[in-house]
């Protein structure tokens, strides 16, 4: 046990703390957020592919009811007859199109025989800085319109809706909090304009389906978490053959004469020049 008690001063306690955590949370946080960015950007990508040649459908399809949402559709087309609450409009600000700023518009629609959903008219670019532009409403007649299923996002807690130049805003298109904010019931999922539709302003491009690093760098996340325990032990090993050869050089020596500190450190690490 002897040759194992370098092991417990505070140094290499301190360094065993910090490999093991290190692993730790590539193994369960680094790795996983990767690969999950990566499984869902693939899941998106197959549904935007799967999109562009699958023809629209009835909106009542595929929600058919006002609690109804349709994650596995994103994406997917859809046809629907109704109107706008085109006085219960909000804007999604700090959005990017084209690498561009914009607001994105967003209205309630009311579907014949069907629930209320959110649609996203498309978006309109910000002057002089951030200030919101003149919008044109949205028709209050009866339309037809077709647009892409959109999963709802998530909004910041620590950002709530405000109102400014004479709009309200929000910093998400978080469908439950929208339906919160302007007493409507809204669906699950929210409906993205396509191009030339009734009420539509800029309409927002498709991503480019391009997988990103996502995957490498969860595969890199998983081979430093395998690579630091082995490092730790390389030097524990190294560490034990210093001391066997420190004990073998004194154990040769005249007992009178054992190893100074300096004669250990170039036995260990080689002699200064």
Known sequence: MKRWAFL?????LALIV???AFAYLCFTV?????????????????QISRS???APVPLTSVLPQQDSSAPDEQWHRVTATGHYLADR???ARLRVVEGDAAFEVLVPFVVDGGPTVLVDRGYVKPEQGSRVPDIPPAPTEAVTITARLRDSETAP?????FREDGAQQVYAIDTAQISTLLDVPLTGSYLQLVENQPGGLGAIPLPHLDAGPFLSYGIQWIAFGIIAPIGLGYFVFAEVKARRREKAAEQARAPSAPLTTEEKLADRYGKRR
Request: glycine share 2%.
């Open 157 to 161: 807690q620590d950002k709530p809706p």
């Open 30 to 46: 680094l790795a996983p957020w990767q690969l999950g960015k990566n499984t869902k950007t693939s899941r998106e990508n197959q």
């Open 52 to 54: 562009l040649s699958a």
């Open 8 to 12: 417990l001063r505070p140094s290499w």
């Open 89 to 91: 409009q909000v804007l």
């Open 18 to 20: 910090v490999v093991i």
